[in-house]
Each structure stands twice: as C-alpha cells, then as structure tokens.
C-alpha cells in the first residue's frame, strides 16, 4: 500500500511541475500578445 501511496504522489507531482511548465508557456506567450489574453478572457466570461 505505501508504495503504490509513493507512487501516486510521484505522479501528482510530475502532473503539477507539469501544468506549472504549460503555466509558465502560456505566461511566455501572453507577454509577447496581450491580445490574445484579452479574448480568453472574454471567452471565459
């Protein structure tokens, strides 16, 4: 059990550096089109 509870936090984590790495991409590219950001927005609401 504590190894499959090991195994199952490895992966949340490897999930959250993941997404952290698309977070930071997409932070990248809203600095470079705010525009874009503008119309996410929107779409959101």
């Known amino acids: 059990m504590e ?4 195994a199952h936090a490895l992966a949340r984590s490897l999930r ?4 952290f790495r698309h977070l930071l991409k997409a932070q990248k590219a809203l ?3 705010p525009t ?3 119309r996410l927005q929107e779409v959101r609401q």
């Open 16 to 19: 959250n550096s993941e997404s």
């Open 31 to 33: 600095s470079q089109d």
């Open 3 to 6: 190894v499959y509870d090991n």
């Open 36 to 38: 874009k950001w503008k």
